[in-house]
């Protein structure tokens, strides 16, 4: 494996730092087989999704570096589900969300309609402006108030 590094810019951002010097800002960090594997086939990507840099096995990595990587990896694989939407967001940006979870009660922001999106099957995700994803599997699930609310975003 070639010589990397990562930082944290000053937006708490993970960066790579690559063998020839290259910064690399905004990267993401994913795993192949996060259930079935998680200590091996790590790719670190750029903000597109084009792969950077790829890690066959976790335990090779340098201890700080490996602590980083794992960090970014708990916060990503750390998807709260929305059972109930509590106020009713502002249309300002950036707007207040607040809402309970399968993990509790919670309030956080999001920085613009783009950070709500619909997917297949009625189920909805929401990234906070920490880059925090919330899921919301079936919006026909929520009661009917929480879909008042949700439904001007999508």
Same mark, same amino acid.
């Given at each position: 494996?070639?010589?990397?590094?990562?930082?944290?810019?000053?937006?708490?951002?993970?960066?790579?730092?690559?063998?020839?010097?290259?910064?690399?800002?905004?990267?993401?960090?994913?795993?192949?087989?996060?259930?079935?594997?998680?200590?091996?086939?790590?790719?670190?990507?750029?903000?597109?999704?084009?792969?950077?840099?790829?890690?066959?096995?976790?335990?090779? %990595?340098?201890?700080?570096?490996?602590?980083?990587?794992?960090?970014?990896?708990?916060?990503?694989?750390?998807?709260? %589900?929305?059972?109930?939407?509590?106020?009713?967001?502002?249309?300002?940006?950036?707007?207040?969300?607040?809402?309970?979870?399968?993990?509790?009660?919670?309030?956080?922001? %999001?920085?613009?309609?783009?950070?709500?999106?619909?997917?297949?099957?009625?189920? %909805?995700?929401?990234?906070?402006?920490?880059?925090?994803?919330?899921?919301?599997?079936?919006?026909?699930?929520?009661?009917?108030?929480?879909?008042?609310?949700?439904?001007?975003?999508?």
């Amino acid at each position: 494996m070639p010589p990397f590094r990562l930082e944290r810019n000053q937006r708490g951002r993970l960066a790579l730092v690559n063998e020839r010097g290259e910064t690399f800002e905004d990267i993401e960090v994913v795993r192949a087989f996060p259930l079935t594997d998680p200590r091996h086939w790590i790719s670190i990507c750029d903000g597109a999704g084009k792969e950077l840099l790829f890690i066959d096995n976790l335990d090779g %990595v340098e201890a700080a570096t490996r602590s980083l990587i794992e960090e970014e990896l708990s916060q990503r694989e750390f998807v709260p %589900v929305i059972t109930r939407i509590t106020n009713t967001p502002s249309s300002d940006e950036p707007a207040t969300w607040q809402v309970e979870t399968d993990r509790g009660a919670t309030t956080f922001e %999001v920085e613009s309609d783009e950070a709500i999106h619909r997917q297949e099957n009625f189920r %909805v995700s929401i990234t906070d402006s920490h880059g925090i994803r919330y899921e919301i599997p079936d919006i026909r699930r929520l009661d009917a108030r929480s879909r008042k609310a949700l439904e001007r975003f999508l």
